[in-house]
């Protein structure tokens, strides 16, 4: 069995990626950061194939990808760790092939999926089993009408994930994700989608996500 790498999102730049790196690595991992680090790579100039390449160079051959998203549901609030079951994102052409390999099925994948929950048990800050993520082009957050159409069809509002996923299966490794709530999409709370907000959510998060993963990564490095 291959290694098992954390995929790191815009939640976990600068001195974040830095202390979430270093639970990553201890706990028998490899960690990457898939906006660059050194400088940020706004999500839809990402070089998804790219990324999955180093990690197979390294030996992997699962993905536990961690995504910042907005929450389009109220009952999903800010802070709430979210492993999706699905994705919506009918406006990519993204591909790994130029031959009939490219008709493929996507979705995270089962077994995989299943094992991070089992993993995550009854006492892992990991609560929420299932979800329908969305991915929009960005790297713009999104209208309040928008936001309603997205809502009346999915839970969770991304930028990355599905690409990522999308790019993994077809290079050979299974991929799951754990969404970390770091905002309440623009519309669905009372009040409208502020940057400075979102970013101060994110710091606390952090911390969420450092013991989540603390107590994940030693059952799934087995």
Not at 102 to 122: I, K, N, Q, S, Y
Request: net charge negative; with cysteine.
């Amino acid at each position: 069995m291959g290694r098992v790498a954390v995929v790191l999102g815009s939640n976990a730049t600068g001195p974040r990626f830095e202390r979430l790196r270093s639970i990553v690595t201890s706990g028998g991992a490899i960690a990457l950061q898939r906006h660059g680090v050194g400088r940020y790579v706004l999500p839809h100039r990402i070089d998804h194939e790219a990324n999955m390449r180093i990690l197979l160079d390294e030996g992997c051959d699962r993905v536990l990808a961690i995504g910042s998203v907005g929450s389009l549901k109220e009952e999903i609030g800010v802070g709430s760790l979210v492993c999706p079951d699905d994705f919506i994102a009918l406006q990519l052409g993204i591909t790994t092939f130029d031959d009939g390999r490219a008709h493929m099925t996507p979705g995270f994948d089962e077994e995989w999926r299943g094992r991070v929950l089992t993993a995550a048990g009854a006492e892992n800050p990991v609560a929420l089993d299932g979800g329908v993520y969305w991915q929009t082009t960005g790297p713009r957050f999104e209208t309040p009408a928008e936001i309603r159409l997205l809502a009346a069809h999915a839970d969770l509002v991304g930028m990355t994930l599905a690409s990522e996923c999308i790019v993994a299966a077809e290079l050979g490794l299974a991929h799951a994700a754990i969404c970390v709530v770091d905002n309440m999409a623009n519309g669905i709370g009372s009040d409208p989608l502020s940057v400075a907000e979102l970013e101060r959510d994110r710091e606390a998060n952090a911390v969420r996500l450092h013991d989540a993963l603390d107590s994940l990564l030693p059952e799934l490095v087995r």
